[in-house]
């Protein structure tokens, strides 16, 4: 059972995803708030598994309940659930630890199967959000600096998938490994950014522009 909160503004939005997470077997509505003002306190009562987090809400925002979280509590997936797509919004949240960025136009379903990922180690990422971010990047294969980095050249593969969105398993079907393979590789690139997880391995990816 995934236990999933709401930080939404907008009610109609807020009372139809309470919906369809009451009515989906494995998922339990754990609640929703209109902005992330006691944000951390909620996350402590309600022990959710993953937070859908709106970004434009009034008082507390969304990017800032984000950071607010992650200052706290590193384990709980948040998954922004935005209208914006804009480079600034999916850079912002990937650096302040967000696990998926989606846009609030993805199908219910769809929008279903992003959480599961999510909850077992997944980035998603709506696939417009994903090609803004892979723009991002030199194409070049290495990053910035990546001298420093000494990164192989499945190391490179494994984190432009990770950017992508991608879980290990779907890293591991891609390229054709196993997902010891890249729990492998994952750790042995965490080792050269010198980062602890996943989201901080695409942050710095971005910001060496990758």
């Known amino acids: 059972m995934i236990k999933v ?12 995803l309470a919906i ?18 006691d ?10 598994d993953v ?18 979280i ?8 948040i998954l922004m659930l935005t209208v914006f797509d804009d480079n600034q919004n999916v850079f912002e949240a990937i650096k302040s630890g967000a696990n998926g960025y989606l846009l609030k136009k993805t199908p ?6 992003y959480i599961q990922d999510a909850q077992t ?46 879980s290990y398993k779907m890293i591991a079907s891609d390229l054709f490994i196993s997902i010891d393979t890249v729990r492998s590789h994952i750790k042995k690139i965490y080792e050269k950014l010198h980062v602890n997880s996943k989201s901080e391995a695409v942050a710095k990816a971005l910001k060496n522009n990758y």
């Open 5 to 16: 909160l709401l930080y939404e503004d907008n009610p109609q939005l807020r009372d139809g």
């Open 20 to 37: 369809l997470l009451d009515g989906t077997d494995g998922f339990e509505y754990a609640g929703s708030f209109p902005d992330c003002t």
């Open 39 to 48: 944000i951390v306190n909620q996350c402590e009562t309600i022990k959710p």
């Open 51 to 68: 937070i859908l987090m709106d970004i434009n809400m009034p008082n507390v925002d969304g990017l800032a309940g984000l950071k607010l």
């Open 70 to 77: 992650r200052k706290h509590n590193t384990e709980i997936k």
């Open 108 to 113: 219910p379903a769809k929008l279903l199967e």
């Open 121 to 166: 180690g997944g980035a998603p990422m709506t696939s417009s959000i994903a090609s803004q971010v892979l723009k991002m990047f030199s194409g070049a294969g290495t990053m910035s600096g990546g001298d420093d980095f000494n990164l192989s050249d499945r190391e490179n593969e494994v984190l432009q998938l990770l950017v992508n969105g991608h």
